[in-house]
């Protein structure tokens, strides 16, 4: 990776790519993918463990563009160890207020010290660990679509991943300071943030289409006491 793409990260817990992988491997990964958000006439606004779920998209994991940044950010021996496919469009619209992502999802729930509180997501144990692990944790969001400001893309404030966990309080007094960055790009880019980088995400307004995300939690470490991340191989 670009020594300045490295810096901008460490410093600002997000940094934008506007390409990286092609648009034509984004659309054949948007075929793939969609399945996994159900038929047409039901559709989810997202999907777990997708990686496990659709084989077929470890290529995209794989590729030497999405290795390159895994191990530049996140250490060489850093391996994806949650995967979640986002949808949004008219039809599954939402929006998510300012916030930081503390929970990770493991294999089964062991009371270590240091783990929770816990809660069960989609029949998967999720616990907060300890601060150290979240700030191993690289999130790598892989636009599958084209991603305009009317298609309620991720907005991150800057510089937030080093204040730790923050409260309701400090983050709504930090989305009144801090400089926001807008994860604006074509089919292709990429969205890359800490886990403790505060963010928030718009209801959509585009008429039409798709905002397909391949969202990956990437990190070197093993978690100690016995847990396991519930997707790392």
Avoid at 59 to 79: C, E, F, H
Avoid at 103 to 122: M, S
Wanted: proline residues 11%; contains cysteine; aromatic residues 4%.
């Amino acid at each position: 990776m670009d020594p300045a793409a490295l810096h901008t990260f460490q410093r600002d817990g997000v940094l934008v790519l506007q390409s990286l992988i092609t648009p034509e491997a984004a659309h054949h990964y948007a075929q793939i993918a969609d399945p996994l958000l159900g038929p047409p006439d039901r559709r989810r606004p997202g999907a777990r463990r997708v990686l496990e779920r659709e084989p077929r998209l470890t290529a995209l994991a794989n590729d030497p563009a999405v290795k390159s940044v895994i191990t530049s950010l996140a250490g060489p021996r850093a391996r994806v160890v949650r995967s979640i496919l986002f949808n949004k469009n008219p039809d599954t619209n939402w929006l998510v207020p300012w916030h930081q992502d503390p929970t990770i999802a493991v294999a089964e729930r062991i009371d270590a010290p240091g783990f929770g509180p816990w809660n069960t997501k989609d029949g998967e144990p999720h616990c907060q660990p300890p601060l150290d692990i979240l700030e191993s944790i690289v999130v790598i969001r892989i636009h599958l679509d084209p991603c305009p400001a009317d298609a309620g893309p991720l907005r991150v404030l800057r510089a937030t991943h080093r204040r730790g966990l923050l409260t309701e309080a400090q983050i709504a007094a930090f989305a009144t300071t801090h400089e926001t960055v807008e994860a604006t790009t074509p089919a292709g880019g990429a969205a890359i943030i800490s886990p403790l980088s505060v963010h928030n995400s718009p209801k959509a307004t585009m008429p039409k289409g798709n905002r397909r995300v391949l969202h990956l939690e990437c990190t070197a470490l093993n978690l100690p006491d016995g847990l396991r991340w519930a997707e790392a191989s």
